[in-house]
């Protein structure tokens, strides 16, 4: 069955670095998303992306936060400057023409 | 408002048993869709079920149906034969399609809080 890859599966980094979550959605979707699990916490959209561009963005997705699809496979989320407040799961979900969204398996960043 | 409401924090069933998680709902958008996701302790969000708000019968996966009252807003999960591995968070999400009905291909989920599930032998 196809799957969405993410990676890294954990991530530790220092407060104030760049970070790359990189993913590889399903090869025919054509819309790909960004979600975010604070630990406990409910999860919440950042970013929804389609034809190459941002589709829809929530308010925490702000300036610091950036996506990309630089080669038409991989769909990357870059936090330019991470906080401590950034620390979470974070899951990318991709989507073709049918109902389901495919959730990857995860990216723990630690921001220490 | 909460879009999703899941009420139950926590719920525990004995294997074999079957068990309802309640989850409602808030929209005033014509066409939408449910889903229900689980996530075992390893993190991963993994697909269950999903009901169209036009779907006339309740839909069923295996194990797993959705008892859909659309008048009552609430799209609870029933899983029938409980197993350990079934012992996870189980979450509620909503996609809004808009005014169009067949505008809903891009848009966004939006989750509960999630139902944690122990299943005891």
């Known amino acids: 069955e196809p799957e969405v890859t993410q990676t890294p599966s954990h991530q530790v980094t220092q407060m104030g670095q760049e970070v790359i979550l990189r993913c590889v959605p399903i090869s025919n979707h054509l819309y790909f998303y960004w979600y975010r699990q604070i630990l406990g916490q409910k999860v919440e959209f950042l970013v929804s992306f389609y034809n190459n561009e941002i589709s829809e963005k929530s308010e925490i997705f702000d300036d610091q936060f950036s996506v990309e699809r630089p080669d038409g496979s991989n769909f990357t989320l870059k936090i330019r400057s991470t906080k401590l407040e950034d620390s979470a799961m974070y899951f990318c979900?991709?989507?073709?023409?049918?109902?389901?969204?495919?959730f990857g398996s995860g990216t723990r960043l630690t921001v220490v | 408002a909460q879009k999703i409401t899941q009420t139950q924090p926590g719920m525990f069933v004995q294997e074999k048993e079957a068990v309802t998680l309640d989850c409602t709902y808030d929209t005033s958008d014509p066409s939408y869709g449910l889903f229900w996701y689980k996530q075992p302790s390893s993190g991963e969000m993994i697909f269950l079920i999903y009901?169209?708000?036009?779907d006339q019968q309740n839909a069923t996966e295996g194990r797993y149906s959705l008892n859909f009252q659309k008048a009552r807003k609430s799209a609870n999960l029933v899983i029938s034969a409980s197993q350990l591995g079934d012992s996870a968070m189980y979450f509620c999400a909503m996609r809004e399609d808009g005014a169009l009905i067949d505008a809903g291909n891009n848009r966004k989920l939006i989750w509960g809080l999630g139902t944690s599930l122990a299943v005891n032998p």
């Open positions: 979900a991709s989507k073709g023409t049918g109902a389901g969204y495919t």
């Open positions: 009901q169209g708000s036009y």
